[in-house]
């Protein structure tokens, strides 16, 4: 079993910068991805970046320029540096953590506030 957990999360007024980290812990025999997704009050759960075991990243359109996905392998820890952020970027920000074709494990998630 894997136990995911996100921390980080805050409240920021708009402009600022936040780090997430996702640390994963238990039984890791193997490694394909890690993704960060969020979720806004009334809205669906959308993606938001992730990175593979060869370091490939994607971005979702929104976070684009502002957002960086980075892993520490030997951590087991992912995080998600967020800049100039915007109010429309609150949400609570969950983290998935691929460890074979088709089994994942997700953590409970984290709020993020952007507001004045």
């Known amino acids: 079993q894997v136990q995911v957990r996100e921390s980080g999360g805050g409240l920021v007024q708009p402009g600022g910068s936040l780090r997430l980290s996702c640390a994963a812990s238990?039984?890791?025999?193997?490694?394909?991805?890690v993704a960060w997704y969020r979720q806004a009050p009334g809205k669906e759960r959308e993606s938001v970046a992730s990175?593979?075991?060869?370091?490939?990243?994607n971005y979702g359109d929104s976070v684009k320029g502002r957002f960086t996905i980075s892993r520490d392998k030997a951590m087991n820890t992912a995080y998600l540096q967020m800049n100039n952020l915007e109010p429309e970027d609150t949400a609570v920000y969950y983290c998935?953590?691929?460890?074979?074709?088709?089994?994942?494990?997700w953590g409970q998630g984290t709020q993020v506030t952007v507001s004045s």
């Open positions: 990175i593979t075991g060869g370091g490939n990243t």
């Open positions: 238990g039984r890791i025999i193997s490694f394909i991805a």
């Open positions: 998935k953590y691929v460890v074979a074709q088709g089994v994942s494990y």
